[in-house]
């Protein structure tokens, strides 16, 4: 994957933050290139099913606490919703 373009992991990335937040974190950990990637804004405004369950997580670790601060900078609609709600 070190091959890959940048926009190309952008894209794998922002799909994979559509689908599950735990794969998102995986994907992060994977190496310092890939945490980069995933810093993005595109990606940010790709996640979106989990955004409920991150809400309610009642076990925050920094990392989620972290990636909830980029949702809300990078205006996740969904996120930035469920948020004001609460």
Do not use: P
Not at 18 to 29: A, C, G, I, K, V
Not at 45 to 72: C, P, Q, Y
């Amino acid at each position: 994957m070190d091959s890959l373009s940048d926009d190309l992991l952008i894209n794998i990335a922002a799909r994979v933050a559509t689908h599950n937040m735990h794969d998102l974190f995986y994907f992060q950990r994977t190496n310092k290139r890939h945490a980069a990637i995933c810093r993005n804004v595109e990606v940010s405004r790709a996640f979106g099913n989990d955004v409920i369950a991150l809400l309610t997580d009642l076990s925050m670790t920094h990392e989620k606490l972290d990636f909830m601060n980029r949702l809300w900078d990078h205006g996740n609609h969904m996120f930035c919703i469920l948020r004001c709600s609460q």
